[in-house]
């Protein structure tokens, strides 16, 4: 039986505190980002995920595709993407992608995806088109691409990663023990074996934990551990906010002296970059993350 944090009704109802607040997406830049994402009919997790970082990241004119639909075959517990039976993929979606990409002229981009489970290759070609013809229309553009769990299909593992980006992310998302709850569809060995394996490829590796769901400091201090020993290179630590009443709720709201408590701790265990912060989401500052 898994030990699950008990969450008072009080707590349920309490404000976020003021370090959570985030101002309304607006200006020039957003509005340019916002007509080109709405104009090539793209997908972003800024908006399916409900990122709270949406208005600063758009305003500097930069955003996160997401890939392969904006239907999830998953049904974590603490995701706002719809879940469900995909339709069928748009083959045509790595050409629009690429296309937006050179026409916001940006210097990093980031693409994700949902999981594609019923896909026999996991939608493994589909990300190689798409950061194969980035490349080709934007040399100069480096890629950071967060790609989801496989379900140790490695050869998918390896087709999704072969195409020249420079920074491939894989999120953890919470510690060992809250696996079950809040990621019930995978394993938390399987994806330190695939950010394990996509080290051992040469790729610089990177992961996200969200914080805030019941776990202790003993938990987060060994998950940096496992990272470190699987050849994690970047972490990510960001506060967990519930989407909807739907989904799981916040058990604690972690003080930024306690974040920038963990970066010092992920630092001394290893890893060599360590983004930490209550609104620090797995894409938050990517570009930073390229020559770490």
Not at 84 to 113: C, F, N, W
Not at 205 to 226: F, S
Request: aromatic residues 6%; charged residues 30%; hydrophobic residues 35%.
């Amino acid at each position: 039986m898994i030990e699950l944090p008990v969450i008072s009704e009080e707590a349920t109802k309490r404000k976020k505190p003021d370090w959570l607040r985030v101002k309304l997406p607006v200006g020039k830049e957003y509005a340019k980002v916002r007509k080109l994402v709405d104009e090539h009919k793209l997908h972003t997790i800024c908006e399916s995920g409900n990122c709270p970082n949406m208005g600063e990241c758009w305003g500097a004119g930069t955003a996160t595709f997401m890939i392969l639909g904006n239907v999830c075959t998953r049904s974590c517990s603490f995701c706002a993407v719809a879940t469900g039976r995909p339709p069928e993929y748009d083959a045509d979606e790595p050409r629009r992608v690429a296309e937006a990409i050179q026409l916001m002229k940006v210097k990093h981009a980031v693409i994700t995806s949902v999981n594609r489970d019923e896909l026999k290759d996991r939608g493994a070609e589909i990300w190689y088109q798409t950061v194969t013809l980035t490349k080709q229309l934007s040399p100069e553009t480096t890629i950071e691409t967060l790609i989801p769990d496989v379900k140790g299909n490695w050869d998918a593992l390896y087709r999704m990663i072969s195409a020249g980006q420079e920074v491939v992310s894989h999120n953890m998302e919470t510690v060992e023990r809250l696996y079950r709850r809040v990621r019930p569809q995978a394993k938390y060995e399987r994806s330190l074996e695939q950010i394990k394996l996509t080290k051992e490829f040469g790729k610089r590796t990177k992961t996200g934990i969200m914080l805030g769901l019941g776990e202790n400091k003993e938990e987060v201090y060994k998950a940096m551990d496992d990272l470190a020993a699987h050849g994690c290179d970047i972490l990510t630590l960001g506060q967990y906010l519930q989407p909807t009443k739907m989904h799981i709720e916040v058990a604690e709201f972690i003080h930024p002296d306690l974040f920038a408590h963990y970066r010092e701790e992920g630092l001394k265990r290893g890893l060599k970059y360590v983004e930490s912060g209550p609104l620090v989401r797995s894409s938050y500052h990517a570009e930073r993350h390229v020559n770490v």
